[in-house]
């Protein structure tokens, strides 16, 4: 027993000492720049910041003054957010309910069922996205879309919440499933032998103690969703170099016009050879993510997830 405590032990140490090690040194490579934050345009014509850039950067290599000024940052984050909100409000709605029914019912093909929406789990983004490329482009879909006058592939509305709805749903679905199987179905049960509706056996029953779960399924929906990269990519591709004229008068109201992605614009800046600027961008999804999985963590919900 001693000896089984021990190897924990010693693997809980060397966990958690290559994950902080990552997230310092991450945290280190940003904060050494942090004083570019205050980078001003001044500064740049006077080159006054060669000092520490080179003469050889350019103005788009800024770590942090770059992306922190850039409107092309604030669109990116914008749309990601909205897009993800939305994403998360559609899985939510279709997840919850089935992720009842597979925990309460049995279902044929319930098999199939659950090793379908695990397989896209561990799928890789791109194949789904060239799955949905597929789907829209070809048979049935590609003529409703003739009809309708609209194309999905590579377009922000709906596009983007396609592309980033597989996968969201995907992970919620499990993590909503086990915080039902967590619940006794006896509790329900013994609600409805008492006069209990079963509308309302579950609302003051499995809800309350299915919470924390379902909670954290919504927040590892978006912040999967947030997290996004080849499907989108593949799916939708990138929007910065496109003209003001391609993006509709909503679009430019909502500030998303000539925006990515975020994981897509860290893509196109490492493209760019902007390698600052695209690790900044990527710093801000490692708070994102890490600020999600804490939340997950204070709430008690981590046994749903992992």
């Not at 770059?66 to 940052?73: I, L, N």
């Not at 379908?116 to 789990?121: A, R």
């Not at 998303?256 to 690790?279: C, H, L, P, R, T």
């Amino acid at each position: 027993m001693s000896g089984k405590k021990s190897s924990r032990k010693t693997f809980n140490a060397v966990f958690y000492s290559f994950a902080g090690f990552l997230f310092l040194y991450s945290a280190y490579l940003f904060l050494s720049n942090i004083d570019q934050l205050f980078v001003t345009k001044a500064a740049i014509e006077t080159r006054e910041i060669t000092a520490v850039w080179g003469d050889d950067r350019e103005v788009l290599n800024q770590f942090a003054g770059g992306f922190w000024k850039d409107p092309y940052f604030w669109k990116s984050l914008n749309l990601t957010v909205v897009t993800t909100l939305i994403t998360t409000l559609i899985a939510a709605i279709l997840g919850i309910p089935t992720a009842y029914a597979l925990s309460r019912y049995r279902i044929p093909g319930m098999s199939f069922i659950e090793t379908l929406f695990s397989s896209l789990i561990v799928m890789p983004g791109s194949v789904i996205g060239i799955c949905l490329i597929v789907m829209f482009n070809y048979g049935p879909l590609w003529k409703l879309q003739n009809a309708l006058g609209f194309k999905f592939a590579h377009s922000l509305f709906p596009g983007m919440v396609i592309a980033s709805l597989v996968l969201s749903f995907a992970l919620g679905l499990s993590a909503w499933k086990a915080a039902f199987d967590s619940v006794n179905p006896r509790f329900e049960q013994v609600a409805r032998s008492l006069g209990s509706s079963r509308w309302r056996a579950f609302r003051t029953v499995t809800f309350p103690l299915a919470k924390s779960g379902i909670v954290a399924g919504i927040i590892l929906a978006w912040t999967r969703a947030m997290a996004e990269f080849s499907a989108v990519l593949f799916f939708c591709g990138t929007f910065h170099e496109l003209p003001p004229s391609r993006f509709s008068n909503f679009t430019k109201f909502m500030q998303m016009d000539q925006a990515d992605w975020v994981s897509v614009a860290v893509w196109a800046q490492v493209e760019f050879g902007n390698i600052e600027y695209g690790f900044a961008l990527a710093f801000v999804l490692v708070l994102i993510g890490g600020m999600s999985v804490y939340v997950m963590h204070r709430i008690g919900a981590k046994g749903f997830v992992w």
